[in-house]
């Protein structure tokens, strides 16, 4: 799934090579996106790349190559047609025990699987509620709940691992220090720990190969807290 600025970049990276022959610069797609820096564009460029959508020509300036174009699937849309950039939509409604077992004990609990999310450099998190995953009562609490699989590994050393899946109680607040997963600039979600810096938001990673990155508050959008962990062995 792309969100929407991907796919304006995509469509427009495309529409140039068909008339010109040569990609867009860097200013150019900065303007047509109306994009407040060229780190944004290189941000949806590497996230293009990494989905298959572009290639990268190495040594050769501005050099782009569309792989392919998305099929019938299109961003997410609103009622009145605009697109909603949330990582989780909707409402997911309460979590709901099965009944209990024989000898009394509360069954698992089924939340609902949402896709991914990275844990690393940022990727666009599934919007979609793909299947539903039985989670013990005891790992939640009040509130509605979702799960997500881990892709990445900047999470590491606080023992969450590429694969896993993460369990987050759905909310739009965080307490400093908390696991979150966090929406950048309405684009592109995470799995980092939040920190609070004066007016700025920090979201540190747990991995020395990668950098705490600082934005303003009003860049990061808390869409869950990190409440459990789950992993398979094979």
């Known amino acids: 799934m792309l969100t929407r600025k991907q796919l304006e970049l995509l469509l427009f990276i495309n529409e140039r090579l068909k008339e010109e022959g040569v990609p867009p610069s860097f200013e150019e797609m900065k303007a047509a996106l109306d994009l407040q820096s060229k780190s944004g564009v290189h941000r949806l460029i590497v996230a293009l790349e990494e989905r298959g959508f572009l290639k990268r020509m190495?040594?050769?300036?501005?050099?782009?190559?569309?792989?392919?174009?998305?099929?019938?699937?299109?961003?997410?849309?609103?009622?009145?047609?605009a697109f909603r950039p949330n990582v989780i939509e909707g409402s997911l409604g309460k979590v709901k025990p099965l009944p209990a077992a024989n000898d009394g004990a509360p069954r698992a609990t089924a939340i609902p699987m949402m896709g991914r999310i990275a844990a690393g450099v940022p990727?666009?998190?599934?919007?979609?509620?793909?299947?539903?995953?039985?989670?013990?009562?005891?790992?939640?609490?009040?509130?509605?709940?979702?799960?997500?699989?881990?892709?990445?590994?900047?999470?590491?050393?606080?023992?969450?691992?590429?694969?896993?899946?993460?369990?987050?109680?759905?909310?739009?607040?965080?307490?400093?220090?908390?696991?979150?997963?966090?929406?950048?600039?309405d684009e592109e979600a995470t799995l980092k720990r939040l920190r609070r810096k004066g007016v700025s938001i920090a979201l540190?990673?747990?991995?020395?190969?990668?950098?705490?990155?600082?934005?303003?508050?009003?860049?990061?959008?808390?869409?869950?807290?990190?409440v459990g962990l789950m992993r398979k062995y094979h």
């Open 58 to 81: 190495p040594n050769r300036a501005r050099a782009l190559e569309v792989i392919k174009l998305p099929d019938s699937h299109s961003p997410s849309l609103s009622k009145k047609g």
């Open 204 to 226: 540190e990673a747990a991995n020395p190969a990668y950098e705490t990155r600082i934005f303003g508050p009003d860049q990061v959008k808390v869409q869950g807290r990190l």
């Open 123 to 185: 990727i666009a998190a599934i919007q979609d509620h793909s299947s539903n995953i039985m989670v013990p009562p005891e790992m939640l609490g009040g509130g509605e709940h979702f799960a997500l699989e881990v892709k990445g590994d900047s999470m590491i050393d606080a023992g969450i691992f590429d694969g896993d899946t993460v369990v987050i109680r759905k909310g739009d607040t965080a307490n400093n220090g908390d696991i979150v997963v966090a929406l950048v600039d």
